[in-house]
T-cell receptor, first 114, second 114 residues
Framework: AAGVIQSPRHLIKEKRETATLKCYPI?????VYWYQQGPGQDPQFLIS???????DKGSIPDRFSAQQFSDYHSELNMSSLELGDSALYFC?????????????FGPGTRLLVL | GNSVTQMEGPVTLSEEAFLTINCTYT??????LFWYVQYPGEGLQLLLK?????DKGSNKGFEATYRKETTSFHLEKGSVQVSDSAVYFC?????????????FGKGTRLHILP
């Protein structure tokens, strides 16, 4: 079965640079979620989109922005990167419109800021 | 607010031992409860879930029962294998809003010795 796809899988950036992470949900899923997992930490919710509209916002820094496109893929844009942004970034998707509630996670993008 | 508390690790067991990882939650209403597993270097995988009181989720020999009276969702397995070595996250999601974020516990690292 198709799973959530994230790209790139690994990313190395310098401080103050910009990064864009991409997420392709499971086909026909209408909701995308972004989570950040710091080293040895639990995943923390950043932001979510339902039918291309932002549906919830968590502890996402103002330097980060995200959107969901017409094909339901989502991008997380991160600017002015800081050392503390080094983490594993997960995307998850679900089919909310059909009553589905289970969130299926992608493999994550590991971001290292030097 | 909503939160999840799970036993701290690491937990080290011998192969074929019985496993229990304790998890309790605080939530308004009746949340959906989940166990996710993260194998070394990999993403989050849904292990099992339960959506109402007394439901039992099970998968791959793991079980957890939704106990409303004790607000618990302890993970158990009768006979662990080396391949079960991973980090296990207990998590909840509020009912009523299907696109709501998942709140994770801090994770419990499990080591199984051959």
């Amino acid at each position: 079965a198709a799973g959530v796809i994230q790209s790139p899988r690994h990313l190395i950036k310098e401080k103050r640079e910009t990064a864009t992470l991409k997420c392709y949900p499971i086909p026909r899923h209408d909701t995308v979620y972004w989570y950040q997992q710091g080293p040895g930490q639990d995943p923390q919710f950043l932001i979510s989109f339902y039918e291309k509209m932002q549906s919830d916002k968590g502890s996402i820094p103002d330097r980060f922005s995200a959107q969901q496109f017409s094909d339901y893929h989502s991008e997380l844009n991160m600017s002015s990167l800081e050392l503390g942004d080094s983490a594993l970034y997960f995307c998850a998707s679900s089919l909310v419109g059909r009553g589905g509630e289970t969130q299926y996670f992608g493999p994550g993008t590991r971001l290292l800021v030097l | 607010g909503n939160s999840v508390t799970q036993m701290e690790g690491p937990v080290t067991l011998s192969e074929e031992a019985f496993l229990t990882i304790n998890c309790t939650y605080t939530a308004t209403g009746y949340p959906s409860l989940f166990w996710y597993v993260q194998y070394p270097g990999e993403g989050l995988q849904l292990l099992l879930k339960a959506t109402k009181a007394d439901d039992k989720g099970s998968n791959k020999g793991f079980e957890a029962t939704y106990r409303k009276e004790t607000t618990s969702f302890h993970l158990e397995k009768g006979s662990v294998q080396v391949s079960d070595s991973a980090v296990y996250f207990c998590a909840l999601r509020r009912q009523g809003n299907r696109d709501d974020k998942i709140i994770f516990g801090k994770g419990t690292r499990l080591h199984i010795l051959p």
